[in-house]
């Protein structure tokens, strides 16, 4: 079954994980395979044999494999996982033109902090960093804070600074949990953790060069 996209924080601090192994990128008005082939550094991409994170992660050698994605659907929206140096946040916003939606999650696990981005009809509508307060950009930027408000992530825009004292802020963890979570109701997304992290999903190479952000 699906879950609401909270344990993807969990999952990003997870003992027997590796963060550069859940790097997640969801497309709604876009197959799995088209999400895969829109975010490829080459063409054309070839859908391989299904494999866990484990052994799609050993494909990574930095060489002639910088990044392997693991592919799949859940409801309305596809994904893929992939292992590696992935392009994260940085993804070319034209991933969603022709009337896409993309929705980017990087954990950035060696240059902290995680980044959320929303993508749609080729332009950035959202991006704001993950647990450390809200400062968005994009062509949206207020897009979800009715709802981070009401989660208690952020303070009401009228809040007077001196209301909020230091006791009254989430920690971190708590906080990219809460705003996972609203994302996911916002856009009617829910991924499935046991799969993701546990099963197996068809593979495909992603990038064979670095990424752009090296």
Not at 24 to 37: D, F, N, Q, V
Not at 70 to 76: E, F, L, Q, T, V
């Amino acid at each position: 079954m699906p879950d609401n996209l909270a344990w993807i924080a969990d999952a990003w601090r997870s003992a027997h994980l590796n963060a550069t192994d859940l790097y997640i990128t969801c497309a709604r008005g876009l197959s799995p395979e088209r999400l895969a082939g829109r975010m490829a550094d080459h063409e054309p991409v070839e859908i391989g044999p299904d494999l866990t994170i484990q052994e799609a992660s050993r494909m990574v050698d930095l060489t002639q494999v910088y990044c392997v994605g693991r592919i799949g659907r859940s409801g309305d929206w596809s994904f893929v996982v992939e292992c590696g140096a992935s392009e994260g946040w940085s993804l070319d916003p034209a991933v969603s033109r022709d009337g896409a939606e993309v929705l980017v999650f990087d954990p950035r696990p060696d240059d902290p902090p995680s980044f959320f981005r929303y993508l749609a009809d080729g332009e950035l509508q959202l991006h704001f960093e993950l647990g450390f307060g809200y400062d968005p950009a994009g062509a949206q930027p207020d897009l979800l804070r009715p709802a981070l408000e009401a989660a208690g992530v952020v303070p009401p825009e009228d809040a007077l600074d001196d209301l909020l004292g230091a006791d009254e802020e989430l920690p971190p963890a708590e906080e990219k949990r809460r705003v996972l979570e609203v994302v996911g109701e916002h856009f009617g997304l829910s991924l499935p953790r046991q799969v993701i992290e546990s099963g197996q999903l068809p593979a495909v190479v992603t990038r064979t060069s670095p990424p752009s952000s090296w």
